[in-house]
């Protein structure tokens, strides 16, 4: 009884939070389309996606990531009849210095997964769309390990796990999808408040306790060397950086952050024989991108550098070029119209008040 109510009280809980945003989301479509705040929208946006694949049948830890393609496509066709045109990500500079006002997008995928090849170009291409995928080289050389897909691999199968998150061992309970889930939030937080690196790496080792090899499901997740030579072969296709390590930048010292940011590009220009000018900070949260890290993207050369905090683009973003906000394709909320909310700006005008 008590695990039931524990998982009734959970469903309500995060439900509860969908069903808000997705109102609110709703609400700013009817108001976009009435006319109503279209000074939020801008010059036009940038969106970022990670996961594009078919829609899993199990439970996942990290649905949140993941869109389907045929959402891709709609979105697509949707910001299309709205309007808007689309540009490669190193074009918006120019575009918010130029005298065009039509409203253009960028598309983005962040981590380089499989599936952007295998999914989403095919869906890019079919709408003669540009897009950028952002690259990790320590995933792309199967040096460092994507932790929240490696809790992902293990945690919806498990009944059980033993951790210490610094009080000592403690067994948690898996037994329900509510507790999953406060589970991957605790792992999360346990990443963002120690050392990054020591932390992935006490999380592999609990994976591997699980039978999950982190590196071997970096192979298996992630584009490889070949991979990547293969894609940007393509006309649409950019690569831009995104660190050695996919650490949170912020809470490393001034070197290191400069370091992951310049040996990122020089690994890609390496690669590709073409210095890429766009980056992506990880997780691109407040917490995880100083105003000192911005400057680090500017001084590298980076002509434009994107976070994950929300936002559309303004001719007042020529002076924050390296430090751009993205509008989030997120996996609970796969409908065209949402789309169009989003590129309004009118919810993250609401946000900001």
């Known amino acids: 009884m008590i695990s039931l109510h524990h998982e009734l009280k959970g469903i309500w809980r995060r439900g509860g939070k969908r069903n808000v945003i997705a109102g609110a989301l709703n609400a700013a479509h009817l108001a976009s389309n009435a006319g109503f705040f279209s000074s939020h929208r801008g010059r036009g946006a940038i969106f970022t996606l990670h996961h594009v694949r078919p829609a899993a049948q199990l439970f996942e830890p990290n649905a949140h990531l993941e869109v389907t393609p045929e959402f891709l496509d709609a979105a ?17 500079p120019a575009r918010l210095a130029s005298s065009d006002t039509k409203p253009f997008a960028a598309f983005t995928l ?4 499989h599936n952007n090849a295998e999914y989403a170009l095919p869906v890019f291409e079919r709408h003669k769309v540009p897009f950028t995928v952002f690259i990790t080289r320590g995933f792309a050389e199967r040096t460092y390990s994507l932790w929240w897909e490696t809790l992902g691999a293990f945690m919806p199968s ?15 309970d898996l037994s329900t999808s509510v507790r999953i889930q406060d589970c991957v939030k605790r792992f999360a937080r346990y990443v963002s408040e120690r050392d990054e690196a020591e932390a992935v790496a006490a999380i592999d080792t609990l994976a591997r306790r699980h039978g999950v090899d982190p590196l071997e499901l970096t192979a298996r997740l992630v584009m490889g060397r070949d991979d990547l030579l293969r894609l940007v072969e393509h006309p649409l296709a950019a690569l831009g950086a995104h660190t050695i390590s996919h650490r949170a930048v912020s809470r490393l010292s001034p070197q290191e952050a400069r370091e992951e940011l310049r040996q990122s590009a020089d690994w890609l220009e390496r690669l590709t024989g073409e210095r890429p000018s766009t980056f992506a900070f990880p997780y691109g949260t ?8 911005v400057e680090i993207a500017k001084d590298l050369g980076f002509s434009v550098a994107v976070t994950t905090q929300p936002g559309t683009l303004s001719e007042r973003s020529l002076d924050h070029l390296t430090g751009l906000p993205r509008i989030s394709l997120n996996g609970y909320f796969q409908r065209p119209k949402y789309v169009s909310a989003l590129a309004s700006g009118i919810p993250f005008a609401l946000m900001s008040r």
């Open 158 to 172: 498990a009944s059980e796990l033993t951790f210490d998150f610094g009080s000592g061992p403690e067994t948690i």
């Open 286 to 293: 407040r917490a995880a991108v100083a105003a000192r890290d």
């Open 76 to 92: 697509i066709v949707q910001l299309r009849s709205d309007g808007y045109e689309f540009v490669r990500l190193d074009d918006v």
């Open 110 to 113: 962040d981590d380089g997964y």
